[in-house]
């Protein structure tokens, strides 16, 4: 007996919160791998680094050091703007199944993930975003810049 | 009607940023200082004549690396002197030897930096260099020979699994942990030991300039603290990299400023990935199982 049952439809919601942290953890390995490796293989190759925080704090670092991480923010800074703008995912929400709805451009995207940068008031974000996502289920910079995060799901 | 844009996939705008990081890494490092005058060699892990790492596994301190780079640093016009950093229980008498001997060739004012470990071989490594710096806290001393091994004959036999002897030469087999060792071969062993130990504190009481009783002190094999290494003449000074750096400044070595830099290593993939590994736990796995089921019988100091 036919039963007639409507089509599942795709819905979007927010993205999970597992999703989210899943998605960021897989780019910052992809950030380790693709940009950092490379960058102090060459520039810092014959540069004496100290191995240890607490040596590290005593001893000034050399220019090379804050140039190379200067250009390993840089480029992971772009990386999800310009992945984000064009693709609309990242590598690692692209292996999550999350996808960045809104109108975009190259600013927003920038905004969006200006969480990178260790400046103050910037480096606050590693504890305000988390907590907003937790809190109303989205980022604080979603709702800055008018964009979602989201994943698909079927239901009738 | 407007062309719908092509977007640019995933793979360009990744090697379109690779291709800046590499332009940029590569700018950067022709920028700054060119060049130190003190080269860092580390002498970090389990001392052997060559490295071995693998996926699952971290590397050690290789004999045969750690005497190039002290023989390039020996040849480098723009080195004035090496800071031997060390972090390491020892490991293979041989290797541990020649990096001491390494060190007690060179020219150039040597300071070895002891951190958290540096005992046994590679003690004996430290006490050839000029200037010997260790922390208060570091484990250090521990100048003794080690070969013990586990031996499961009586696990075999429980098992009914028999080691078909075939050897030509009484004590060919010496050390096998597949058979009980008897008191004839226990002795022999002993003895090599002990020989190995009375050239170990021959090599240290020389480097150090150490008394009878303070070589009869240190020849029980104990670790020392730092503080307790000092009142031995073990070291010299107690303190960490500023006070190394403070000491090859002053006007008794160098007296010049202190620019510290390292000998590239180029790592494959294998080794980057080896690196993320946890060293403790591996090490002490691999170890115990490569004890149980690789060989026989091995000195370390």
């Known amino acids: ?156 | 009607m407007k062309e719908k844009q092509k977007k640019p996939s995933g793979v360009l705008i990744a090697a379109v940023l690779i291709i800046i990081a590499i332009i940029g890494a590569i700018i950067i490092s022709g920028i700054g200082e060119s060049s130190g005058n003190v080269i860092v060699i580390p002498l970090h892990g389990i001392i052997a004549i060559d490295e071995d790492s693998s996926l699952l596994g971290t590397a050690g301190a290789s004999s045969t690396d750690i005497v190039e780079q002290i023989t390039r640093a020996e040849e480098d016009a723009t080195v004035k002197a090496i800071l031997l950093d060390i972090n390491s229980p020892g490991g293979s008498p041989v290797a541990s030897e020649e990096i001491a001997h390494a060190i007690s060739q060179t020219t150039k004012p040597i300071v070895a930096l002891i951190r958290e470990t540096g005992t046994s071989g590679a003690y004996w490594a430290a006490s050839s260099a000029d200037h010997v710096i260790a922390s208060r806290m570091s484990i250090t001393g521990s100048v003794g020979v080690l070969g013990s091994y586990l031996e499961y004959a009586d696990l075999l036999s429980r098992f009914n699994i028999t080691e078909q002897r075939l050897v030509a030469g009484k004590y060919k087999d010496l050390g096998n942990p597949a058979k009980k060792l008897s008191s004839a071969e226990k002795n022999l062993l002993q003895q090599k030991i002990d020989l190995m130990q009375t050239y170990f504190l021959e090599e240290v009481q020389n480097n150090r300039n150490l008394t009878e009783d303070e070589v009869d002190t240190i020849s029980t094999g104990v670790f020392y603290l730092g503080t307790e290494a000092l009142d031995l003449h073990l070291i010299d000074e107690i303190g960490n990299e500023k006070t190394a750096i403070a000491y090859l400044e002053s006007a008794a070595v160098l007296n010049e400023t202190v620019t510290l830099k390292t000998y590239p290593v180029h790592k494959s993939l294998i080794e980057e990935l080896a690196g993320l590994t946890n060293q403790i736990g591996f090490s002490t796995g691999r170890g115990m199982a490569s004890t149980l089921l690789e060989k026989k019988f091995t000195i370390t100091t």
């Not at chain 1, 191995?51 to 772009?78: D, E, H, I, M, R």
């Not at chain 1, 988390?130 to 289920?137: A, E, K, M, Q, Y």
């Open chain 1, 1 to 156: 007996m036919e039963l007639n049952l409507p089509k599942k439809r795709t819905f979007a919601k927010p993205a999970s919160v597992g999703k989210r942290l899943a998605a960021l953890l897989i780019d910052i390995a992809a950030l380790y791998f693709l940009f950092l490796v490379p960058i102090a293989s060459i520039a810092l190759a014959g540069v004496h680094l100290p191995t240890t925080f607490s040596s590290a704090l005593q001893l000034q670092l050399p220019l090379k050091a804050y140039l190379a991480f200067g250009l390993f923010l840089l480029v992971s800074w772009l990386y999800f703007a310009l992945f984000e703008l064009y693709r609309r995912q990242t590598l690692g929400m692209q292996l999550m199944k999350i996808y960045l709805d809104g109108k975009l451009n190259i600013w927003k995207t920038l905004i969006r993930n200006v969480f990178i940068i260790p400046l103050f008031p910037f480096y606050l974000l590693w504890i305000v975003e988390p907590v907003h996502v937790l809190i109303f289920g989205h980022r604080f910079m979603e709702k800055l810049t008018k964009t979602r995060d989201i994943e698909f799901f079927e239901a009738y």
